[in-house]
């Protein structure tokens, strides 16, 4: 399955929560992203029919391997992204809401570029 912007907002989300709690709902992931009940329970399913995270009988959500190699990377451009941006002199607040956009198209030759030549 072929991840849009959204989902791997979405895996990104789940992930930090989990760093956050032992246990991560739909309901969590709804209220820490600000959507709707039914608009995560959407999003939920599409993760799980595409083998990106288990649900288990009692609600609970976790990324799979894959899911979590997303997520992993997904974080990981945001974080870098930031950290470049903020070194140029863009304010932080700034810096972190661009880089949240451009996580999700930059090509792999241009971050691995910005990851080695900014020594972040």
Do not use: W
């Not at 974080?75 to 941006?85: G, I, W």
């Not at 607040?93 to 080695?116: G, L, M, P, R, Y």
Request: include cysteine.
């Amino acid at each position: 399955m072929n991840l849009q912007e959204s989902g791997e907002m979405y895996l990104e989300t789940i992930y930090l929560l989990s760093k956050e709690k032992p246990a991560v709902r739909s309901i969590d992931v709804a209220d820490k992203m600000g959507y709707s009940k039914p608009s995560v329970s959407r999003a939920v399913g599409l993760l799980k029919n595409g083998g990106f995270i288990t649900v288990d009988k009692d609600g609970f959500l976790q990324l799979t391997e894959i899911g979590i190699t997303v997520a992993e990377r997904t974080y990981e451009r945001h974080r870098v992204l930031t950290a470049f941006f903020v070194g140029l002199g863009v304010e932080a607040t700034v810096a972190s809401e661009d880089a949240c956009k451009i996580e999700h198209v930059i090509s792999n030759e241009t971050f691995d570029a910005i990851k080695q030549n900014s020594n972040i």
